[in-house]
T-cell receptor, first 114, second 115 residues
Framework: AQTVTQSQPEMSVQEAETVTLSCTYD???????LFWYKQPPSRQMILVIR??????QNATENRFSVNFQKAAKSFSLKISDSQLGDAAMYFC???????????FGTGTRLQVFP | NAGVTQTPKFQVLKTGQSMTLQCAQD?????MSWYRQDPGMGLRLIHY???????DQGEVPNGYNVSRSTTEDFPLRLLSAAPSQTSVYFC??????????????FGEGSRLTVL
C-alpha cells in the first residue's frame, strides 16, 4: 500500500523569506500524481501545485515550486517570498492512476512571521 | 458554479444517534470519496466510489455506510454515532482513472461532534 510521510509537524518562516516543506512517499507504481494542498483556518482544501510522475520537469506555480525526486520518492514544496496569507496547514498527497485513491500525509503547519 | 456541496456544515449528536452527511457534485465526476480529518493524522479515507452502484472501503470504514445511487450524490451514514467519530468530514470528487490534472475537488467540510 502507498504511504505519504511529512516529517515536519510545524515550520515557521519570516515574511519575504523562503521555506521548504518536506514530503516522502512509498509506492511500487511508476505512474501517479503528487499534490500539495493548503488548508487555511477556513478549513477549505485548496490545491497549491501538482506533479505527474512521468514528467521530469519540476512543477511551478508563481511563488510555489516543487523538487520532485522520483528515484528517492521525495516531493518537497518550496515557497518563495513568503506572505502572511501563506500561513496554513499543508498536506502532501499521492494519487494512483490505478486505484484513484488520494492518500494524504499528516500535514505541516506553516507559520509566517512579519 | 457549485462544485462539491456538503451538508450540514456543523452537527452535534448524542451517542447512539444516527445521521447522514450529504455530498453532491455537479461536475459529472465518476469518482467520489469521504475523508475524516483528525488532529495530527491528516485526512484518512473512509469510503469511495468509482461510479453509480459501486462503492468500496478505504482506511477507516468501520461505523460508516455509503451508497451511490446517482453520479451526483454520495451520502455518508453513521448508523450509531460514537464519540470516536467526532471529527471533520470532507467529501471529494474527481475524474475516474485520472486524466489531465488528476486532482480531487473538495467540499467545505462538516464538523461533527458526538457527545
Amino acid at each position: 500500500a502507498q504511504t505519504v510521510t511529512q516529517s515536519q509537524p510545524e515550520m515557521s518562516v519570516q515574511e519575504a523569506e523562503t521555506v521548504t516543506l518536506s514530503c516522502t512517499y512509498d509506492t511500487s507504481e511508476s505512474d501517479y500524481y503528487l499534490f500539495w494542498y493548503k488548508q487555511p483556518p477556513s478549513r477549505q482544501m485548496i490545491l497549491v501545485i501538482r506533479q505527474e510522475a512521468y514528467k521530469q520537469q519540476n512543477a511551478t506555480e508563481n511563488r510555489f515550486s516543487v523538487n520532485f525526486q522520483k528515484a528517492a520518492k521525495s516531493f518537497s514544496l518550496k515557497i518563495s517570498d513568503s506572505q502572511l496569507g501563506d500561513a496554513a496547514m499543508y498536506f502532501c498527497a499521492y494519487r494512483s492512476r490505478n486505484t484513484d485513491k488520494l492518500i494524504f500525509g499528516t500535514g505541516t503547519r506553516l507559520q509566517v512571521f512579519p | 458554479n457549485a462544485g462539491v456541496t456538503q451538508t450540514p456544515k456543523f452537527q452535534v449528536l448524542k451517542t447512539g444517534q444516527s445521521m447522514t452527511l450529504q455530498c453532491a457534485q455537479d461536475m459529472n465526476h465518476e469518482y467520489m470519496s469521504w475523508y475524516r480529518q483528525d488532529p495530527g493524522m491528516g485526512l484518512r479515507l473512509i469510503h469511495y466510489s468509482v461510479g453509480a452502484g459501486i462503492t468500496d472501503q478505504g482506511e477507516v470504514p468501520n461505523g460508516y455506510n455509503v451508497s451511490r445511487s446517482t453520479t451526483e450524490d454520495f451520502p455518508l451514514r453513521l448508523l450509531s454515532a460514537a464519540p470516536s467519530q467526532t471529527s471533520v468530514y470532507f467529501c471529494a470528487s474527481g475524474l475516474f482513472k485520472p486524466q489531465g490534472t488528476g486532482e480531487l475537488f473538495f467540499g467545505e467540510g462538516s464538523r461533527l461532534t458526538v457527545l
